[in-house]
């Protein structure tokens, strides 16, 4: 097969509003940066088919947004709309995108001219991919990694759901290596899964991704790229509600640079070099909303806390998780069809004997854990975070647990009731089938 590699910087200037946490250390919008934000862009073609896949370092991308940017991709540089795949590293040290509706401060949530260089720099970043490709061969290999930890443990939360024990993550880090014809290195992709929230700080970052490529690209002569996976329970091993910083970053990145590495004692070559892509729809459907005289009462007492706050960030988070709220519900009970269930895309990518499937949600790590072991691949990427973000798709498990996936969560991403865990089966149903359809 044939690949190439294309990155671009797209941190922006400060002023910008963060996107991640209702409170910072600082302000509520970037005063600079602790290391730039890429997009990386990793071009495959086997002769017949190619395919792009783009790695950012933000929060998430809207749906609308990554459905009006790939046919544009396409016009200027020819890779089909369905073969363009869209991953996020969900770092919260990133400018809003607009999947998080409301920021504190009085910075829009979302810049417009921002996301507008965001596309052109994708489009940049591909067309460079695909302009330096060169013959490549694939190896394949795996580790574990405990970098992160159950953020629902006891141990990691004392005040939470306590959902399993400190360990309970998916440690699977899975690596692909592109290697060209003189044993060089073009690219090194990694997937892990874990929450990129080692700080509040009011700075853009990468978070502990950083680290870990700098890492990796000093030991391979390379560029890395990162695919965050099933992550949505998953914090940096030491992240606490009154601990996060730029050191954690590092500890947590190199330690998962570490795993990294051990991984790539392990490659092997893939035996196909078959590349495609495929996608199928998938519901997410709504639980139950509460009525409209609860609405109205929530609104009120949130009316009440805001008025009474003693800071900014204690208005905004009872206007966030109640004002706001009440009037999505509102919304949504005006119009029970739409109500019901949203319809996404659950993609898959082949990459010779790789296969990388894409969710638009914050997976569990039980769930991740599920659709490896479902795998049609030899060797499996759990992506998610990716081709849009709609929210925690909570398991059967956690939802009678609660905890802040459950019960806050989903008033953040301005949505009127949680996600049904029915969703997070619709989204593996979908997965199986498009990883069938790519490895029959």
């Not at 890492?215 to 890395?224: A, H, I, M, N, R």
Request: some cysteine; hydrophobic content about 40%.
């Amino acid at each position: 097969m044939n690949a190439g590699v294309g990155r671009r910087d797209i941190t922006p200037a400060p002023g910008l509003a963060m996107s991640g946490f209702a409170a910072r250390n600082g302000p509520p919008t970037a005063v600079g940066t602790h290391d730039p934000i890429y997009v990386s862009a990793l071009a495959v073609s086997d002769g017949v088919s190619t395919v792009l896949l783009f790695c950012y370092d933000l929060i998430g991308l809207p749906s609308e947004w990554v459905s009006s940017t790939r046919p544009t991709v396409e016009r200027e540089c020819g890779v089909a709309a369905r073969s363009q795949m869209y991953c996020c590293s969900h770092t919260h040290c990133g400018p809003g995108t607009g999947v998080i509706p409301y920021v504190l401060g009085d910075a829009p949530a979302v810049d417009k001219e921002f996301m507008a260089l965001l596309a052109r720099h994708t489009t940049s970043a591909a067309r460079e991919a695909l302009n330096s490709m060169s013959a490549v061969r694939l190896d394949l290999g795996s580790a574990e990694s405990y970098a992160g930890w159950n953020r629902r443990s006891a141990e990691a939360s004392p005040s939470g759901p306590d959902d399993g024990g400190v360990d309970d993550i998916d440690p699977a880090v899975v690596v692909a290596q592109f290697l060209l014809d003189d044993g060089g290195v073009l690219a090194t992709l990694v997937n892990y899964g874990c929450h990129a929230t080692s700080s509040r700080d009011s700075y853009y970052s990468s978070d502990y991704i950083g680290y870990m490529r700098t890492l990796v690209e000093e030991e391979t002569s390379g560029p890395c790229m990162y695919v965050n996976g099933a992550g949505g329970d998953v914090n940096p091993r030491g992240a606490a509600h009154d601990f996060r910083s730029f050191e954690l970053a590092a500890a947590t990145g190199q330690r998962l640079g570490r795993d990294v590495v051990d991984a790539l004692g392990s490659l092997e070559p893939s035996e196909s070099h078959q590349v495609g892509s495929a996608s199928a729809p998938a519901q997410l459907v709504y639980g139950d909303l509460i009525s409209l005289e609860q609405a109205r009462q929530i609104r009120a007492d949130g009316e009440k806390a805001a008025a009474r706050a003693q800071s900014p960030a204690d208005e905004f988070a009872s206007m966030w998780t109640q004002v706001f709220y009440a009037e999505r519900v509102q919304e949504a009970l005006e119009d029970p069809e739409g109500a019901a269930h949203i319809e996404v895309e659950v993609q898959a990518l082949r990459i010779g004997d790789l296969g990388i499937a894409a969710f638009p949600s914050e997976f569990f790590s039980d769930d991740g854990r599920a659709v490896r072991r479902e795998r049609g691949s030899p060797n499996l990427m759990v992506a998610c975070w990716s081709n849009g973000l709609w929210g925690y798709t909570p398991t059967r498990r956690a939802m009678p647990l609660g905890g802040y996936e459950v019960e806050v969560a989903f008033k953040i991403y301005g949505q009127p009731a949680v996600w049904d865990p029915v969703s997070g089966d619709n989204l593996r149903a979908a997965a199986r089938l498009v990883i069938g359809d790519l490895f029959p």
